[in-house]
């Protein structure tokens, strides 16, 4: 059974940082698979913030570029977001997403809360 787990969301100040984690657990290499962070504001629909492929260049939304970087860990089916100069239109849920094909993961989402 695969597991995508989030983790290292929180209330953070404007301009501070955080890094987010995506730990992913099962039968599931993924390095295999396109690992995508998207994030959903109260009262918004979900966005797609970073995402990678093994071997290509992360994409990323256009408000968070030069802020946000993601990277993963393929040995250890790690999937991280490092996000820098936050700001209170950053608040939202994040979530991980592996997929490939047809087939798609999702995690159960972090909470981030960027306030003074």
């Known amino acids: 059974q695969v597991q995508l787990v989030e983790s290292g969301g929180g209330l953070v100040q404007p301009g501070g940082s955080l890094r987010l984690s995506c730990t992913v657990s099962?039968?599931?290499?993924?390095?295999?698979?396109?690992m995508t962070w998207y994030r959903q504001a109260p009262g918004k629909l979900r966005e797609l913030v970073a995402s990678s492929t093994t071997g290509a260049s992360t994409i990323y939304t256009d408000s968070v570029k030069g802020r946000f970087t993601d990277s993963r860990d393929n040995a250890n089916n790690m999937y991280y977001l490092q996000m820098n100069s936050l700001n209170p239109e950053d608040t939202a849920v994040y979530y991980c997403?592996?997929?490939?094909?047809?087939?798609?993961?999702w995690g159960q989402g972090t909470q981030v809360t960027v306030s003074s």
């Open positions: 997403r592996a997929r490939r094909g047809t087939i798609t993961y």
């Open positions: 099962g039968s599931i290499a993924i390095s295999m698979y396109t």
